[in-house]
């Protein structure tokens, strides 16, 4: 045991604590038995979507899909990309396996449509062992057709459910060792915003920019970093460009150009920070410092009314009648969600959203103030507390003005 540790603590630039992983695992079994489900199966498809697979595991989805099967009483079974038996399991490697009962790898890949059943067999057959009456899926939203499809097939006779809400409810609030691995994100996205204020100035391509930031982002420990830059002059239409995919905006930042940054990376252990800020080459218009001032006090509105016990839904009608008192529309994507190990969790800040907020949910803000003349959007994640949301980390949230730079 104590071996086991040392390795894998050793080879991971961050693990989380034994004491986090078994507080879920029991809390979610507990919720199982109550509804008497036998086992959960989750998947994760990609590296940065599909947190409910590293939420179990505290291992990182890869290129390929990987799945979980977490029974009521007996340690997990992981399925994933590799060799098949009789050659020794891969993947994930036997040191960094917490909780795992069985390691399983079959050479499917997702693009190939004759392997499509191969790792739902295996998942059917972990399962079938126990004679299951009902079995719970979780997050469908990341799981693929394929391994849906044919787990129904296999499990022709079992009830299968979207036992998704009953995880969500553990995991939407965070423990205190969550939350410090969302303040580093917040640490890191500190440091970036220093990088963004320098590397913005004319004759630069936002390309630059991005990878400028991402490079101190790595070189920080980030695990996946995403920045989007929207920039152009007022009144016109704006250029954009992500550090993903390979789009690339060949006009350079000029005098005069406002720059929209979104930066949304995750820190060592997967844990995510939102941060948005405008800033301004050479000096900032009257009309967007009026809509920056608007989005900053329906921010603060979203904030003081995010409080334990009512759903979002009352804080974004009273953004939004906040908004319409200053000549803007309502919000009309989303002023806000959860954030963990996925950038985006429940609870959504939507009228649809259910869910109750509670002490310790962790929340990215993201209002937006549209003006007859401009638009202003700002973004910081944020931890409900007893009397509404309170900033993640105080000094990033207070360093929220429209910026101006030569």
Request: charged share 25%; glycine share 8%; hydrophobic share 40%.
């Amino acid at each position: 045991m104590v071996e086991a540790i040392l390795s894998r603590e050793d080879q991971r630039r961050y693990s989380l604590s034994q004491h986090e992983l078994e507080r879920r695992w029991k809390a979610v079994r507990e919720r199982m038995a109550a509804k008497g489900i036998s086992h959960l199966v989750v998947q994760s498809q990609q590296r940065f979507v599909g947190g409910y697979f590293r939420w179990f595991t505290d291992l990182p989805g890869n290129n390929y899909h990987i799945t979980a099967v977490f029974p009521l009483d007996e340690d997990m079974t992981i399925i994933g990309h590799g060799a098949p038996a009789p050659a020794a399991p891969a993947t994930p490697p036997e040191w960094a396996a917490r909780g795992v009962k069985a390691r399983i790898n079959t050479p499917a890949f997702p693009n190939v449509w004759w392997e499509d059943d191969w790792d739902a067999e295996k998942a059917v057959e972990v399962i079938k062992r126990r004679k299951p009456a009902t079995v719970g899926l979780v997050g469908l939203g990341n799981m693929s057709a394929a391994l849906y499809e044919n787990l129904k097939k296999g499990l022709q006779g079992v009830n299968v459910v979207n036992a998704t809400d009953l995880v969500d409810e553990v995991r939407m609030v965070k423990s205190e060792e969550e939350i410090k691995l969302h303040r580093d994100a917040a640490y890191l996205h500190e440091m970036s915003l220093g990088v963004a204020k320098k590397a913005i100035r004319p004759g630069r391509t936002v390309g630059e920019v991005a990878e400028e930031i991402r490079h101190a982002q790595v070189l920080a420990g980030s695990e996946e970093q995403q920045i989007n830059i929207a920039f152009g002059q007022p009144g016109s239409a704006h250029y954009s460009q992500s550090s993903w995919g390979n789009t690339v905006v060949r006009r350079t930042l000029r005098e005069g150009d406002i720059v929209n940054i979104l930066i949304e990376s995750s820190a060592a252990g997967g844990y995510w920070y939102d941060l948005r800020r405008f800033i301004c080459i050479g000096s900032a218009p009257p009309e967007q410092q009026e809509a920056h001032a608007i989005v900053k006090e329906a921010r603060n509105i979203l904030a003081a009314n995010l409080k334990p016990g009512v759903v979002p839904g009352v804080a974004l009608e009273a953004s939004d009648a906040f908004l319409k008192s200053k000549g803007c529309p309502p919000e009309a994507r989303v002023a806000g969600h959860g954030q963990g190990l996925d950038l985006v969790e429940r609870p959504v800040v939507r009228p649809e959203e259910t869910a109750k907020l509670q002490a310790g949910m962790v929340i990215s803000l993201h209002p937006t103030a549209k003006t007859k003349y401009a638009a202003a959007c700002i973004a910081d994640t944020y931890v409900i507390g007893n009397s509404g949301a309170v900033p993640m980390y105080r000094n990033l949230f207070d360093d929220n003005d429209l910026i101006v730079v030569s």
